[in-house]
């Protein structure tokens, strides 16, 4: 991407009589003669219409834990990934066998293209995976999962450019492996190619999903899509996921909604951005999109003007568990709101 410019119900109470022995009154009429059996009533009453207490979303049914671990485990095998390398297709294998159980079911599939890059015609690969839902729809999460391939001959691992994320959305395949969508249909969307060959501009960035939005544009696939929503750079100890005015605002009010049934509104919209992402190539086709992004990440000085974007200090010291649980519950509570609607 390129940066900116910077209910529960209450039992019903019983009222005990206090109506002396031997009194004739009717039991109406004595109430009402009886101060304490007026303001039970109405302490009664009052407490029945009040409305239920909101009731937090579920959180932690994606470890952040568990998507650190991944992480790490990704950088072990795939540090540098920028096309063509060996950690590129480290990293695609590493993404392969954490869907074997997709792949057999025929729920895996591989994109597949030849893209014209500055550098030359580059050989690249998306990876779908899907999880069939009830309803007619589709929710699509997407990561790049490449590296800068500007920066390949420095020691740039993106471990929150990239890494983090990829290991972000293979949790949550797992989740719905074992919990498969009871709404829209879960689509996982690994692409190659986010970022520039040479020099960020409309040509030379975003080809796999400047692919894939084309190719189903063409199939039908694109009518589908409820939302296409991007998951890049939420690793950062200092979590704080942009308003990013190039997504749907609809989706931006969801994803506030998400931030706060969720107990995590302090890690949401510090800041205003403009980020050009993966989501772009569907927003101009019209699909509703939303990039979760904190694009701020490290701090700004002489030696990091831009912070650890696109440097060799992004690595995984930089990251926490912490706030790759906070991803996740947004990323989940969002799937929870689109299949209300």
């Known amino acids: 991407m390129t940066p900116p410019q910077l209910p529960s119900s209450r039992p019903s109470q019983q009222v005990p009589s206090s109506r002396p022995e031997g009194r004739t009154a009717s039991p109406s009429v004595a109430q009402w003669r009886d101060p304490r059996i007026c303001l039970v009533l109405l302490l009664a009453t009052s407490l029945l219409a009040l409305p239920a207490p909101a009731q937090k979303a579920p959180t932690n049914q994606v470890s952040g834990q568990a998507v650190y671990a991944l992480t790490q485990q990704l950088l072990a095998v795939a540090p540098k990934r920028f096309n063509g390398s060996p950690g590129h297709l480290a990293a695609e294998n590493f993404i392969k066998d954490h869907f074997k159980v997709e792949a057999a079911k025929g729920n895996f599939e591989t994109d597949e293209f030849s893209a014209r890059t500055p550098a030359g015609m580059q050989m690249m ?69 986010e970022e520039a060959v040479q020099s960020w501009s409309a040509s030379d960035s975003l080809y796999g999903t400047r692919h894939l939005a084309a190719k189903w544009y063409a199939d039908g696939t694109l009518a589908r899509i409820r939302a296409f929503i991007v998951a890049d750079m939420i690793g950062d100890k200092d979590l704080n996921v942009d308003r990013d005015s190039n997504s749907t605002p609809a989706l931006l009010d969801m994803l506030g909604q998400a931030a706060k049934e969720t107990g995590h509104s302090n890690y949401v919209f510090k800041y205003p951005t403009q980020v050009e992402d993966d989501h772009l190539p569907f927003k101009i086709r019209g699909v509703p999109v939303l990039d979760i992004i904190d694009i701020d990440y490290g701090p700004h000085n002489s030696k990091t003007p831009d912070g650890y974007h ?32």
């Open 125 to 193: 690969r998306n990876f779908i995976v899907k999880y069939p839902g009830k309803r007619d729809g589709i929710i699509v999460l997407a990561s790049h999962y490449e590296t800068n391939y500007p920066l390949k001959d420095i020691g740039f691992v993106g471990a929150n450019d990239g890494a983090c994320t990829t290991a972000l959305l293979i949790e949550i395949g797992a989740y719905f492996r074992a919990h498969p969508p009871q709404g829209y249909s879960v689509w996982l969307v690994f692409d190659d190619g």
């Open 310 to 341: 696109h440097t060799a200090q992004d690595t995984i010291d930089k990251i926490s568990a912490h706030s790759l649980q906070i991803s996740a519950d947004l990323f989940m509570q969002m799937i929870r709101l689109l299949d209300q609607k």
